[in-house]
């Protein structure tokens, strides 16, 4: 099966800076990463995407890159602001009957004011 | 617009006892429908998933269980709580297809004590 790694595990910025969250999965036949912002006891909320045919995609201060060669994708987010620290998901979803989602465990991302 | 509900939002049970979360999705037809647990600090495990009425799939074995007797309407069950089911229970849905995107229930959390 599927198998995402997500890297670091925790990352402190100082306002302003960016942060960068990488991870890597293991299924060629994954087509679709998502990214989910989960705040202190809320539900993971989506906040960018990319599918396979797209290399890079950004909104705002977000963006995602993929390669698939290498089977990575990675978020950025640019000017970080405190309201930004969260714990952040990336998935890996291959399609199907239904799309089966795996999830890396989680970037807990601090932006210090 | 598509709406997820869960409830109960917060739910105290001893062990042995018997529990049934509910998930309702409003907006949409036929969605495939999930259920993640979510232990204190970690990620996200998919416990079920169901790609159409009375249609369940089990992702890991354990004693819980769960049903889907209407369309949008799926349920998590156990007849007797261990205290490892602890934690936070997420539904999600995604669209049937190439709808990749899958969204979140605000979830229940679940002490066992």
């Known amino acids: 099966g599927e198998n995402v790694e997500q890297h670091p595990s925790t990352l402190s910025v100082q306002e302003g800076d960016s942060a960068v969250i990488k991870c890597t999965y293991s299924d060629s036949a994954s087509n679709y990463f998502p990214w989910y912002k989960q705040e202190l006891g809320k539900r993971p909320q989506l906040i960018i995407d990319?599918?396979?045919?797209?290399g890079e995609k950004k909104d705002q201060r977000i963006a995602v890159t993929l390669n698939k060669t290498a089977k990575h994708f990675s978020l950025h987010i640019t000017e970080t602001q405190p309201e930004d620290s969260a714990v952040y998901f990336c998935?890996?979803?291959?399609?199907?009957?239904?799309?089966?989602?795996?999830f890396g465990t989680g970037t807990k991302l601090q932006v210090i004011p | 617009s598509q709406t997820i509900h869960q409830w109960p939002a917060t739910l105290v049970q001893p062990v042995g006892s018997p529990l049934s979360l509910e998930c309702t999705v409003e907006g949409t037809s036929n969605p495939n429908l999930y259920w993640y647990r979510q232990a204190a600090g970690r990620g996200l495990q998919l416990l079920f998933y169901?790609?159409?009425?009375?249609?369940i799939s089990s992702e890991v074995p354990q004693n819980l269980s769960a049903s889907r007797p209407q369309d949008r309407q799926f349920i998590l069950s156990s007849k007797k709580l261990l205290l490892s089911d602890s934690g936070f229970y997420l539904c999600?849905?995604?669209?049937?297809?190439?709808?990749?995107?899958?969204?979140f229930g605000p979830g229940t959390r679940l002490t066992v004590t």
């Open positions: 999600a849905w995604s669209g049937q297809g190439g709808a990749y995107e899958q969204y």
């Open positions: 998935a890996a979803t291959t399609s199907g009957g239904y799309q089966k989602v795996t």
């Open positions: 990319i599918r396979s045919n797209v």
């Open positions: 169901s790609v159409g009425i009375g249609q």
